[in-house]
């Protein structure tokens, strides 16, 4: 009864004297007031204005996690509307990723709470640290079930209008069965509010765009996570971009045990952040593909023109690191047709997906058959790399579909296998090559031609794993 008395007498005051609520204040009256629901159990963390409690929801016996400003922020007006306004934010952004929030009120004292689900497991950075005391790497294929979800719950966001600009190992949190929540929003900027005010009118509420923009502009983000536009513009000139680069951050931080850019002091960071490029992954750890380290480099690329500027961006090349010879294009033939042309330029090779050919060349004007060849195998690989003329001609016997596979896509595939695959085929290929000239092996086209196909795999395969930074090589054009 006494803490409505006080409410009661402020609200009449104000009136008496003209004193106009603070918006806070105003925002503060949307919630329902709530004193008996929830037990406090015990401290989960805190940040530099809030807390978070662990609590029992005594209505619906459950545990949730209990979000308020720490006591000597509760009466600023600032990181009041700050806190309502992540809390409606987060709520926006109903997602698996996202943790849910349940309950927002006002609590007996007049101090504004919010209640969210109670997440169990540990974040990124935890998992991390503790897998590298045992001296051990998270696995490739972890790190990648991690990042996609990092980045499909990214791109939605996203698409919902909304930047994090915090991302961070710490704020990732893992649960036991595979779960991936991303937490803390505090700095979250709804850099398409319109978006967001389509949203709540199609549900009959109506806000002025003014309310929902943070005109803030301070400097937002975590070193060693921030992009270099993030030292150097306000929030409402960053793009999806500066998210994309902490998620770079994230991902060669797994892969490697270390930072892209010095941790040691702010001043190494700011040097480093804009003045040097990061060793590639695959230089640090011997069993990450080099086309992974590729797409890590454009995440963390300094020109924001040439960094990914979505997470489907990021996800498209990721889906493609996992998939072979999905994306070729297939070409159909009836039958008599021809697919090679003895003599031509050889710039691809075909692999038979179904139907049959028949190889041939021809002698005085005759045609001789070579053999014939069905689903699954290769013709005119040899040219993809010797650029020599077709030494005979293909022809489709029956109805015959094929995959055309271009140098290209050959290099691409060779781009997702890990290092020491690689090196083993180098290895093998150069092998290959010693053993034919220390035999003194038949000196005919088609052996002389193998002996320079090997060769030319082994230098592109060489070549790929020694060059520092790939993504620059003029062979990947």
């Known amino acids: 009864m006494w803490q409505w008395i006080q409410q009661r007498w402020k609200q009449v005051t104000r009136w008496l004297f003209g004193q106009k609520p603070s918006r806070a204040q105003e925002l503060l009256a949307e919630f329902p007031r709530e004193s008996r629901r929830y037990r406090m159990i015990g401290q989960l963390g805190e940040g530099g204005f809030g807390q978070v ?58 101090d504004f709470f919010f209640t969210m689900e109670m997440l169990e497991g540990s974040s990124l950075h935890a998992y991390l640290r503790k897998i590298e005391r045992q001296g051990e790497y998270i696995s490739l294929a972890r790190s990648l079930r991690i990042m996609t979800k990092l980045c499909q719950t990214m791109a939605y966001v996203h698409q919902k209008g909304v ?42 509420k109506h806000v002025e765009l003014s309310e929902l923009v943070n005109r803030t502009v301070n ?58 490029t990061p060793q590639p992954l695959h230089f640090h750890r011997g069993d990450v593909p080099l086309r992974l380290s590729q797409i890590c480099e454009k ?44 003599g031509d330029a050889g710039e691809c090779a075909f692999q038979i997906l179904d139907g049959q050919v028949e190889i041939y060349n021809n002698i005085d004007g005759k045609e001789n058959l070579l053999f014939t060849l069905g689903p699954g195998e290769l013709i005119g ?62 000196q005919t086209r088609e052996s002389s031609e193998d002996i320079e196909v090997a060769q030319k795999l082994a230098e592109v395969i060489q070549e790929r794993w020694n060059n520092p930074h790939p993504s620059q090589s003029p062979s990947k054009e």
């Open 299 to 342: 995440m963390l690329e300094k020109d924001i023109t040439k960094r990914y500027n979505s997470f489907p961006e990021v996800l498209a090349d990721l889906q493609s690191l996992s998939e072979f010879g999905r994306e070729f294009e297939r070409r159909y033939y009836q039958a008599g047709d021809i697919l090679i042309k003895e």
């Open 163 to 204: 930047l994090h600009l915090d991302l961070t190992s710490e704020n990732i949190m893992l649960g036991e069965f595979g779960e991936l929540h991303i937490l803390d929003w505090g700095n979250a900027h709804l850099y398409a509010p319109k978006r967001y005010q389509e949203f709540l009118a199609r549900n009959g």
């Open 53 to 110: 409690q662990s609590c029992f929801d005594n209505i619906l016996n459950r545990l949730v996690a209990h979000k308020s400003l720490k006591l000597s922020f509760r009466r600023d007006d600032a990181q009041l509307r700050s806190l309502i306004n992540e809390v409606r934010l987060v709520c926006y952004l109903d997602h698996p990723g996202v943790p849910a929030v349940f309950d927002a009120f006002v609590g007996r004292d007049g």
């Open 219 to 276: 400097v937002v983000g975590t070193p060693p996570y921030m992009s270099p536009e993030q030292t150097q513009k306000p929030r409402h000139e960053l793009t999806q971009a500066s998210d994309v680069f902490a998620a770079g951050v994230i991902l060669y931080r797994m892969l490697t045990g270390i930072y892209p850019f010095s941790i040691l002091s702010l001043d190494d960071f700011l040097r480093e952040l804009h003045d040097i």
């Open 381 to 442: 690989e040899l040219a993809i790399f010797s650029k020599s003329p077709r030494a005979a001609t293909v022809r489709a016997k029956v109805p015959t579909t094929v995959y055309a596979i271009s140098e290209t896509e050959v290099v691409g595939e060779l781009e997702k296998l890990t290092p020491w695959v690689g090196r083993m085929i180098h290895s093998l290929s150069n092998r290959f090559i010693q053993q034919v000239q220390m035999t003194g092996g038949p």
